[in-house]
């Protein structure tokens, strides 16, 4: 079974405090996501990355950064954590293109961040 | 803009009858579709796909539908069950453009009423 795990379940930060978010997966997958989830908005793609060290800009990527340094890693951080960031933030793994069931994205339980 | 729209946010089912949730699209490249569920405080889970080469797919009581001219998918669930009670996201991807992106909807909450 795929598993990936997140850091925190629930998170309280202040305005201006730096935030890690940190996922783990166990399946030796290429690809990780970082979503965040609102009321009426759905899923919105923050960052993801193919490989260790490579990251790319999904749709939301302002006032977000991330970093790889393993392939089972994938952290989000906020330089500096603002209000409108109090969110549901999901991490996802999915193994790379042309292996079976490829689509298919595998989710975190979630962090709740709260930014006071 | 959204590329993924799902634009019933809820609905309301007695157990035992079908649920069909609905969703568009408009980003003719997708190729790929994808319907996850969400229980409160758990990250959604797959739930069943569907190829543009199908029209259908079945698995269990779950079967997607896609109409590519109308860009209209949907999943129906049959017969409800009160644990299928979740929130559930309709997802596209281009796997002819290489990309692992998948683009979500909002969501719709069906609630099964027992």
């Known amino acids: 079974d795929v598993k990936v795990t997140q850091s925190s379940r629930y998170l309280v930060k202040r305005t201006g405090e730096k935030v890690f978010l940190e996922c783990v997966q166990d399946?030796?997958?290429?690809?990780m996501f970082w979503y965040r989830q609102d009321p009426g908005l759905g899923l919105r793609l923050i960052y993801f990355?193919?490989?260790?060290?490579?990251?790319e800009k999904g749709d939301i990527p302002e006032g977000y950064s991330v970093s790889r340094e393993k392939k089972e890693r994938f952290s989000l951080i906020l330089e500096s954590a603002s209000t409108n960031q109090t969110s549901m933030y999901l991490c996802?793994?999915?193994?790379?293109?042309?292996?079976?069931?490829?689509?298919?994205?595998?989710f975190g339980p979630g962090t709740r961040l709260t930014v006071t | 803009d959204q590329q993924v729209k799902q634009n019933s946010p809820s609905l309301s089912v007695q157990e035992g009858r079908i649920s069909i949730l609905n969703c568009d699209y408009t980003?003719?490249?997708?190729?790929?579709f994808l319907w996850y569920k969400k229980y409160p405080a758990e990250g959604p889970t797959f739930l069943i796909s569907?190829?543009?080469?199908?029209d259908k797919n079945e698995d269990g009581r779950f079967t997607v539908f896609l109409n590519k001219s109308a860009k209209h998918l949907s999943l129906h669930i049959v017969p409800s069950q009160p644990g299928d009670s979740a929130v559930y996201f309709c997802?596209?991807?281009?796997?002819?453009?290489?990309?692992?992106?998948?683009?979500f909807g909002t969501g719709t909450r069906l609630t099964v009423i027992p």
């Open positions: 997802a596209a991807s281009a796997r002819q453009t290489g990309a692992n992106n998948l683009f």
């Open positions: 569907i190829s543009s080469i199908k």
């Open positions: 399946m030796d997958h290429e690809n």
């Open positions: 990355s193919y490989d260790v060290k490579m990251k």
């Open positions: 996802a793994s999915s193994p790379y293109l042309g292996q079976s069931r490829e689509y298919e994205q595998y």
């Open positions: 980003n003719s490249m997708f190729d790929y």
